[in-house]
């Protein structure tokens, strides 16, 4: 009964949210069969909620005008997920959000009925989100709050920015699009004016972001979410071929990452790993990292470098480069 009566007020959110929805579209939305959308209906108009209904090709249901919810009442869970959700938005954007988010939690305090807000307490003992980001950001929040505030007001910004392997900086005026936390790292997406071009620049190689006076139009069908998923979709030219020892085996195993495949290589516990990379130096420093647990197999350039560089690592212990 908790999950109609979430549904239900599900359903009445949504016809308030827009004057007309068909049925099929209530039933996509809810993820259920436009039969029980119809029974849901019944259910509203036998509770007294005011709906509307229109038959024909551009019918559909709707509340009547003027119809507003109640002050929302939250579950448990769904002050929980609220709660946990300020306090991942703290974490992943530090001072730019704090306000806010210390804000909404102190608003749920003050709505929740003592014994919910006791509820909740519990669950969030119990429950726990680590620190998403790959690094303290705090370093950056300026920087993230200046871009922020580029892309809210559509003006241009220069960037001093080093590039990974880069020596020097470079200059580039960027139309910033949008900000995207992905992978552990904030990234900036944007038109730059240099190349004339779409790019990605990660922010902790953002030496400084001065905002321009400059302003630009953003496209209107841009999503930061599906551009970086599109434009970080790597080639990778190397296909790596590694044999793991049954001591570090099942440490592999329980990784369970999509990167790897992984095979069974024999009855003594070892197994061969196959990854594909853009890059061969982090390849040898991947497998030089299990020491002798590992054996690189393929491609032979891969098995040549890893193998240089273990002797050159051996020289400085053992041979004419020992101190």
Same mark, same amino acid.
């Not at 919810?69 to 306090?87: C, H, S």
């Given at each position: 009964?908790?999950?109609?009566?979430?549904?239900?007020?599900?359903?009445?959110?949504?016809?308030?949210?827009?004057?007309?929805?068909?049925?099929?579209?209530?039933?996509?939305?809810?993820?259920?069969?436009?039969?029980?959308?119809?029974?849901?209906?019944?259910?509203?108009?036998?509770?007294?909620?005011?709906?509307?209904?229109?038959?024909?090709?551009?019918? !559909? /249901?709707?509340?009547? =005008?003027?119809?507003?919810?109640?002050?929302? +009442?939250?579950?448990?869970?769904? *002050?929980?997920? #609220?709660?946990?959700?300020?306090?991942?938005?703290?974490?992943?954007?530090?001072?730019?959000?704090?306000?806010?988010?210390?804000?909404?939690?102190?608003?749920?305090?003050?709505?929740?009925?003592?014994?919910?807000?006791?509820?909740?307490?519990?669950?969030?003992?119990?429950?726990?989100?680590?620190?998403?980001?790959?690094?303290?950001?705090?370093?950056?929040?300026?920087?993230?709050?200046?871009?922020?505030?580029?892309?809210?007001?559509?003006?241009?910004?220069?960037?001093?920015?080093?590039?990974?392997?880069?020596?020097?900086?470079?200059?580039?005026?960027?139309?910033?699009?949008?900000?995207?936390?992905?992978?552990?790292?904030?990234?900036?997406? !944007? /038109?730059?004016?240099? =190349?004339?071009?779409?790019?990605?620049?990660? +922010?902790?190689?953002?030496?400084? *972001?001065?905002? #321009?006076?400059?302003?630009?139009?953003?496209?209107?069908?841009?999503?930061?979410?599906?551009?970086?998923?599109?434009?970080?979709?790597?080639?990778?030219?190397?296909?790596?071929?590694?044999?793991?020892?049954?001591?570090?085996?099942?440490?592999?195993?329980?990784?369970?990452?999509?990167?790897?495949?992984?095979?069974?290589?024999?009855?003594?516990?070892?197994?061969?790993?196959?990854?594909?990379?853009?890059?061969?130096?982090?390849?040898?420093?991947?497998?030089?990292?299990?020491?002798?647990?590992?054996?690189?197999?393929?491609?032979?350039?891969?098995?040549?470098?890893?193998?240089?560089?273990?002797?050159?690592?051996?020289?400085?212990?053992?041979?004419?480069?020992?101190?």
């Amino acid at each position: 009964m908790a999950n109609v009566a979430t549904r239900l007020l599900s359903l009445i959110m949504m016809l308030q949210s827009r004057p007309s929805w068909k049925a099929s579209e209530l039933a996509a939305e809810l993820n259920v069969s436009e039969r029980t959308v119809h029974r849901y209906i019944s259910m509203l108009d036998e509770m007294g909620i005011p709906l509307y209904s229109e038959r024909g090709r551009y019918g !559909g /249901f709707s509340l009547v =005008r003027g119809y507003k919810l109640p002050p929302l +009442v939250f579950t448990a869970d769904e *002050a929980t997920v #609220l709660y946990m959700g300020a306090n991942l938005v703290r974490d992943v954007w530090g001072h730019t959000y704090d306000d806010a988010a210390t804000a909404v939690t102190a608003k749920l305090d003050n709505v929740l009925p003592d014994d919910l807000r006791a509820e909740v307490g519990q669950l969030q003992q119990y429950l726990a989100v680590g620190r998403l980001a790959a690094r303290d950001y705090q370093p950056w929040e300026s920087t993230l709050h200046t871009l922020r505030q580029c892309i809210i007001d559509r003006h241009c910004v220069r960037l001093a920015y080093k590039g990974l392997g880069r020596q020097v900086e470079v200059e580039r005026i960027v139309e910033p699009y949008g900000l995207a936390f992905k992978w552990g790292q904030w990234y900036l997406a !944007g /038109f730059c004016q240099l =190349r004339q071009d779409m790019r990605t620049f990660r +922010v902790d190689r953002i030496r400084q *972001a001065q905002p #321009l006076k400059e302003r630009f139009t953003m496209p209107s069908d841009f999503d930061a979410r599906e551009y970086l998923q599109r434009a970080m979709q790597f080639e990778t030219p190397h296909r790596i071929a590694v044999r793991l020892d049954a001591r570090i085996a099942q440490s592999v195993r329980e990784w369970d990452s999509d990167w790897l495949e992984i095979t069974e290589d024999g009855d003594d516990g070892s197994i061969v790993v196959h990854f594909g990379t853009t890059n061969l130096d982090w390849a040898v420093g991947w497998v030089l990292s299990y020491g002798s647990a590992a054996q690189a197999l393929e491609p032979p350039e891969l098995v040549e470098r890893v193998s240089t560089t273990a002797e050159s690592v051996l020289q400085k212990y053992n041979g004419s480069d020992a101190r």
